[in-house]
């Protein structure tokens, strides 16, 4: 692995810019991936939060759909927030029918469960492999995990709290090898530590 690794950031659609400046702090090099030939080089992704139907169209529409899927299926380092973990499941509940996914990750996502259910929500979390104590978490009409494989790795559970409601005790945060997801946006609260946590995964594969 170089000193810098190479780390795109899909700028199809949604929060393209926060999750390049939280990889940007993490002594990364970022690149935007809107074409094929982008993909060329890269340690990593990150798949932003934005609507997850655009997301997927425009996967498609830019011919990135097969060859994303292919190399994340080759080890490729991944990350996805709210959408971006929607596009990493192997399913997904209430979405479209022609909807694609990346296969990132075996687990089956509720698409906007948080949006339906609760709307915007916060909370903060346990969540496994970060030091420092609580996450801050922010949920926009948000995924959540219904079921994973015994492959994947839970890394954070909505707490039992009184403003948790239907969400309390859902998966919001997974792993599963080299491939991380959160249905909630740490790209907007100031706190580095998943895109840190993210990194060290980059560096170590």
């Known amino acids: 692995m170089t000193a810098q690794p190479v780390i795109g950031v899909l700028a199809l659609q949604g929060d393209v810019r926060e999750h390049a400046a939280a ?3 993490c002594d990364v090099q970022v ?3 809107r074409r094929v030939e982008e993909l060329d080089g890269l340690h990593g992704i990150v798949l932003p939060g934005g609507e997850s139907t655009t997301m997927s169209r425009l996967l498609e529409t830019f011919e990135l759909l097969q060859p994303l899927k292919a190399r994340i299926a080759d080890g490729l380092p991944a990350y ?3 959408a971006g973990m929607i596009m990493l499941a192997s399913k997904v509940l209430d979405g479209r029918p022609d909807q694609h996914q990346l296969d990132g990750i075996d687990m089956i996502v509720r698409r906007n469960a948080f949006g339906r259910q609760v709307d915007s929500f916060e909370e903060d979390l346990e969540f496994t492999g970060v030091d420092g104590g609580p996450l801050h978490a922010v949920f926009i009409r948000a995924p959540w995990v219904e079921s994973v494989s015994p492959e994947v790795e839970v890394l954070a559970t909505v707490p039992d709290t009184e403003t948790a409601g239907p969400a309390a005790g859902r998966i919001v945060a997974v792993r599963q090898r080299s491939v991380l ?6 790209e ?4 580095g530590r998943v895109h840190r946590l993210f990194t060290e995964i980059v560096r170590a594969s």
């Open 188 to 191: 907007l609260t100031g706190d």
């Open 80 to 82: 996805g927030s709210c």
């Open 181 to 186: 997801a959160t249905a909630f946006h740490p």
């Open 23 to 25: 990889l940007t702090a």
């Open 31 to 33: 690149r935007p991936v």
